[in-house]
């Protein structure tokens, strides 16, 4: 019966404390519900395949350009945005590899990131990147401290934190070009 109760809770929490951070931001109401949706479905899918799936990334890219027109946003500055963060993360997995002689970072991050930049611009991507980064690297140290060591080798599912980093980035972080 607890079981049931967590689940309920949990299903709770995905749905009304985004509703709750929303109501706090002067982002667009609908454009950050098709947002959330998006990146709902792309954490979900990563936390338990290790993928984001070319049909995600793309419907991110194709609703964050029509976000961006949508509120007069510079359209310019949300391409650059889309073509920075892919080639960040095409460039930092060419270093890895260099560096370990191994892939490091699959390419749905690319993707994610190019979808991120057609939503919150290229100003938004420092942000995202490091909110999901600080997320991330905390959720290694809670799961250290609680006595689960993490190897270097163990895949990390990074679409979650790259989520809730432009999620907070688009609520919050992103209102300069907008």
Same mark, same amino acid.
């Given at each position: 019966m607890r079981d049931v109760k967590a689940t309920h809770f949990i299903t709770a929490g995905v749905f009304l404390l985004p509703l709750i951070a929303l109501a706090f931001s002067s982002a667009p109401v609908m454009l950050s519900l098709v947002l959330y949706a998006n990146l709902y479905a792309l954490?979900?899918?990563?936390?338990?395949s290790f993928r984001l799936p070319n049909m995600l990334n793309a419907s991110l890219l194709i609703t964050g350009f029509m976000a961006t027109y949508a509120i007069g946003g510079d359209m310019v500055s949300h391409l650059i945005g889309a073509v920075a963060g892919f080639a960040f993360v095409v460039f930092l997995d060419m270093a890895y590899r260099r560096l370990r002689g191994r892939a490091g970072i699959g390419m749905g991050d690319a993707k994610f990131l190019a979808g991120a930049g057609a939503w919150a611009g290229w100003v938004g991507?420092?942000?995202t990147l490091? +909110?999901? #980064? $600080?997320? *991330?690297?905390?959720?290694?140290? +809670?799961? #250290? $401290?609680? *006595?689960?060591?993490?190897?270097?080798?163990?895949?990390?599912?990074?679409?979650p934190y790259l989520c809730l980093g432009l999620w907070l980035t688009w609520l919050?972080?992103?209102r300069i070009d907008m």
């Open positions: 954490a979900l899918y990563d936390w338990h991507l420092p942000p490091f +909110i999901a #980064s $600080i997320v *991330g690297l905390g959720t290694i140290l +809670i799961k #250290s $401290i609680a *006595g689960k060591r993490h190897e270097s080798a163990e895949p990390l599912p990074f679409g919050y972080f992103n």
